[in-house]
């Protein structure tokens, strides 16, 4: 019962790395003579550098080897030249992966309980070397993919405790249609630590708008371009007020004109024009006012943002006289 438990406790953790990394070879009982004598001979060029040390290459022909049969020795071979190439994380992996071929192949082949239980003894000694990150994705996605120190996760086996080197470890988080969601763990060895990532916590594909951009304010030798629209400004602000006192004064004379005639009772239907007209010329001066106003106050501020700064205006103001409209201001 205890070999079962482990055995499946094993299966699963190799289920945590990713599909690509597992090209295996055909079953040794399924071998041609051909397949099996080019397997052999890969495996002995792999075992004679390891024995001189040079694992990496070693390991390079087990792998060869490995894709041509699918051997448990094979591959516990490979797994042991990572872990004295210092690949600790890759070699608990391969160790894993040892383990459940073996397992798997006990029934055609007894030779291979001694690669099952050397694998997970192996495995056994790395464990206490490595930390381990328990991760748990919330709302995830079809598309929804995670990577744990370059390493994809296959979606069975998230909730799995995935081997980690010692200190900082990048864990990655990719929905469709969401910025990734990064994360920075620390993990010592032995340590165990869970982690919650909510998968489309990440801002939405192009990221938020950019915030609005304020229009630069331009430096006071810019705005001396204002002064025209300054006098302009106060020209439109002169004729209103000037058609303002000439249409006031038509159209007070014509209602004196109409108090005369109609003696402060109705008038009659023939002044029914004179009436028309200076309602007419009232309107006209209503208006001239409102724009002899607004043409002076524009003149007024683009006077003073015309001003340059060595000469501040303390105070402006509009001066109205009958010979016409001006803007004048005092310095400080």
Not at 3 to 11: G, K, N
Not at 145 to 169: D, F, K, L, N, Y
Not at 200 to 217: D, I
Not at 286 to 293: H, R, T
């Amino acid at each position: 019962m205890r070999r079962a438990t482990l055995f499946y406790a094993v299966a699963l953790a190799v289920a945590q790395m990713p599909q690509a990394a597992r090209a295996d070879g055909v079953l040794p009982s399924a071998a041609t003579p051909v397949q099996r004598e080019q397997a052999q001979s890969r495996f002995r060029r792999g075992k004679e550098l390891a024995n001189k040390q040079r694992y990496e290459e070693a390991a390079v022909e087990f792998r060869a080897s490995h894709e041509i049969v699918t051997s448990p020795n094979t591959r516990l071979e490979l797994a042991r030249c990572m872990r004295m190439a210092g690949r600790l994380v890759a070699a608990y992996a391969e160790f894993g992966r040892a383990a459940v071929e073996a397992k798997e192949l006990q029934s055609d082949d007894n030779r291979y309980q001694r690669a099952y239980e050397a694998a997970v003894a192996e495995r056994g000694e790395i464990e206490p070397q490595l930390g381990f990150v328990t991760l748990a994705i919330e709302n995830p996605s079809e598309g929804t993919r995670v990577t744990v120190a370059t390493e994809e996760i296959r979606r069975p086996a998230w909730t799995e405790p995935a081997p980690v080197a010692t200190g900082s470890t990048d864990i990655v988080v990719e929905t469709p249609a969401h910025q990734p969601v990064r994360r920075t763990v620390t993990v010592a060895a032995g340590e165990k630590i869970s982690l919650s990532i909510d998968a489309q916590s990440g801002e939405p594909e192009g990221g938020p708008p950019p915030p609005p951009v304020a229009a630069p304010v331009p430096e006071r030798s810019d705005l001396a371009s204002l002064r025209p629209w300054a006098y302009v400004g106060a020209g439109v602000g002169a004729a209103g007020l000037v058609s303002f006192g000439l249409f006031g004064a038509l159209a007070r004379s014509d209602y004196d004109d109409l108090q005369t005639a109609c003696a402060g009772g109705p008038c009659p239907a023939g002044k029914q024009d004179e009436i028309a007209s200076g309602r007419a010329k009232q309107t006209i001066a209503n208006v001239s006012l409102a724009f002899g106003i607004l043409g002076a106050a524009a003149g007024a501020t683009l006077f003073v943002l015309s001003m340059p700064k060595s000469a501040p205006v303390s105070s402006v103001g509009l001066l109205v006289s009958p010979a016409g409209v001006g803007v004048g201001g005092r310095l400080r």
